[in-house]
């Protein structure tokens, strides 16, 4: 079990699974279970040019700084 945490950093971040909510790894698990908490978050999202022009990138960017 891990020590609990008082905030978290994820650098470089995936956003699209995270705003979705998936928690198909621990990472993601731990990212999501953080949001329920309330604890404070910063991500800085590193995406190429392909994913950045999906759509789903500005909505996922807008979810998750909301």
Same mark, same amino acid.
């Given at each position: 079990?891990?020590?609990?945490?008082?905030?978290?950093?994820?650098?470089?971040?995936?956003?699209?699974?995270?705003?979705?909510?998936?928690?198909?790894?621990? =990472? &993601?698990? *731990?990212?999501? +279970?953080?949001?329920?908490?309330?604890?404070?978050?910063?991500?800085?999202?590193?995406?190429?040019?392909?994913?950045?022009?999906?759509? =789903? &990138?500005? *909505?996922?960017? +807008?979810?998750?700084?909301?």
């Amino acid at each position: 079990m891990l020590p609990p945490a008082d905030a978290m950093a994820v650098v470089p971040a995936t956003i699209n699974k995270w705003a979705g909510g998936i928690s198909d790894t621990s =990472a &993601f698990g *731990l990212l999501n +279970e953080a949001i329920g908490l309330g604890l404070p978050l910063v991500a800085m999202p590193w995406p190429n040019v392909a994913p950045a022009a999906h759509p =789903a &990138f500005t *909505l996922s960017v +807008e979810r998750l700084t909301s």
